[in-house]
């Protein structure tokens, strides 16, 4: 049985849910969030100690002013009502990417690391204003002005993910086979599961399946 450690999750298909259900984009974001609170439960019943998920990313900016404006708002509510449970559970809050939002919504995410840093039981790594080629470059500009040896044990330290192992598993959602600028360093020995269903209809029977398949998995990592 393979041990797992790291999810990792590209929570795809909030959009599409919400105009085939709700005839709006934005309801389907508010029902993925509804998923995102049965999987954080969930990942602690099975002992995984890290899961990252892909909230919002450097390409989200592209997306209607009131799109990004409505999954922000969303993102300071989810803030507000979780980061006290998240203390009382033992779930550590950490973001990866580059806080460019509001003053108001910076405040309340380096709060919530604030509060939550000593917590074991799981990190949850928030992906927000995330976009792995611009971490690239970032870990690229950090090591040639420190003038360190180019190795992967030095580059991996500027990385966002410093000090966090890679995923074991990657989930994707919502039908697509890529994985759009997401961890891409990180994902390199992942098992990758694409997952047909948009992200409001994943549940907690295919997560378990994918858990399951996994630690079936024969992993080599190059050997035979």
Same mark, same amino acid.
């Given at each position: 049985?393979?041990?797992?450690?790291?999810?990792?999750?590209?929570?795809?298909?909030?959009?599409?849910?919400?105009?085939?259900?709700?005839?709006? %984009?934005?309801?389907?974001?508010?029902?993925?969030?509804?998923?995102?609170?049965?999987?954080?439960?969930?990942?602690?019943?099975?002992? =995984?100690?890290?899961?990252?998920?892909?909230?919002?990313?450097?390409?989200?900016?592209?997306?209607?002013?009131?799109?990004?404006?409505?999954?922000?708002?969303?993102?300071?509510?989810?803030?507000?009502?979780?980061?006290?449970?998240?203390?009382?559970?033992? +779930?550590?809050?950490? +973001?990866?990417?580059?806080?460019?939002?509001?003053?108001?919504?910076?405040?309340?995410?380096?709060?919530?690391?604030?509060?939550?840093?000593?917590?074991?039981?799981?990190?949850?790594?928030?992906?927000?204003?995330?976009?792995?080629?611009?971490?690239?470059?970032?870990?690229?500009?950090?090591?040639?002005?420190?003038?360190?040896?180019?190795?992967?044990?030095?580059?991996?330290?500027?990385?966002?993910?410093?000090?966090?192992?890679?995923?074991?598993?990657?989930? %994707?959602?919502?039908?697509?086979? %890529?994985?759009?600028?997401?961890?891409?360093?990180?994902?390199?020995?992942?098992?990758?599961?694409?997952?047909?269903?948009?992200?409001?209809?994943?549940?907690?029977?295919?997560?378990?399946?994918? =858990?399951?398949?996994?630690?079936?998995?024969?992993?080599?990592?190059?050997?035979?």
């Amino acid at each position: 049985m393979n041990p797992l450690n790291h999810v990792a999750i590209i929570m795809d298909g909030n959009g599409r849910w919400g105009l085939k259900n709700k005839n709006s %984009r934005n309801l389907g974001h508010s029902e993925g969030l509804k998923v995102v609170e049965y999987i954080i439960q969930e990942t602690i019943k099975k002992k =995984i100690k890290f899961l990252t998920l892909f909230a919002f990313s450097t390409e989200n900016w592209k997306r209607p002013s009131y799109e990004i404006n409505y999954l922000l708002n969303l993102l300071e509510k989810f803030l507000k009502e979780k980061a006290k449970k998240f203390s009382k559970e033992d +779930i550590k809050l950490k +973001i990866i990417g580059k806080k460019k939002f509001s003053n108001k919504l910076n405040k309340l995410l380096t709060e919530a690391e604030k509060k939550t840093s000593n917590n074991k039981k799981l990190q949850i790594n928030l992906a927000l204003n995330y976009g792995s080629k611009d971490e690239l470059i970032h870990a690229v500009k950090h090591i040639s002005k420190k003038k360190e040896a180019i190795n992967q044990k030095n580059f991996e330290k500027y990385l966002f993910t410093k000090n966090i192992p890679d995923p074991d598993i990657l989930i %994707r959602t919502g039908n697509h086979n %890529r994985l759009s600028n997401f961890l891409l360093w990180q994902l390199a020995y992942s098992e990758i599961f694409f997952i047909k269903k948009l992200w409001p209809d994943f549940n907690i029977q295919d997560y378990r399946k994918i =858990i399951y398949k996994f630690k079936k998995i024969k992993r080599n990592f190059g050997n035979i």
